[in-house]
């Protein structure tokens, strides 16, 4: 059974720092495509980043206009766990942070082209 659990909001002022975690369980990395996306308020799904993982162990990192430069995307291979560093943190990121996964190491920025979510993390970012 796939299994993906996400940790690691909360609430924090505006300029501020979190660590979100994504621990993967019967789901290996490797050729697979891993993203985060988040939903606030009342608006729809937003893709903000994935990485994708090949053979030889190297991974391509991709990031939304939104955020890139702020976030940073990345994986332990060992502990099965995705992270995703967000410093400088505006009021405009406030929402549910999910992980997501798909067989395909094809990039996408599609939530339905997912195959797998977690429960999500809320972030609250305040003014």
């Known amino acids: 059974e796939v299994q993906l659990v996400e940790s690691g909001g909360g609430l924090v002022h505006s300029g501020g720092s979190l660590r979100l975690s994504c621990v993967v369980s019967?789901?290996?990395?490797?050729?697979?495509?891993l993203s985060w996306i988040r939903q606030a308020p009342g608006v729809g799904l937003e893709w903000v980043s994935s990485i994708n993982i090949v053979n030889s162990g190297l991974s391509s990192t991709m990031y939304a206009d939104s955020v890139k430069g702020r976030f940073t995307i990345s994986r332990d291979n060992a502990k099965n766990t995705m992270y995703l560093e967000m410093n400088f943190l505006k009021p405009e990121d406030t929402a549910v942070y999910y992980c997501?996964?798909?067989?395909?190491?094809?990039?996408?920025?599609?939530?339905?082209?997912?195959?797998?979510w977690g429960q999500g993390t809320q972030v609250t970012v305040s003014s």
């Open positions: 019967g789901f290996t990395f490797k050729n697979r495509r």
């Open positions: 997501a996964a798909r067989y395909s190491a094809i990039a996408t920025m599609r939530s339905g082209d997912y195959d797998y």
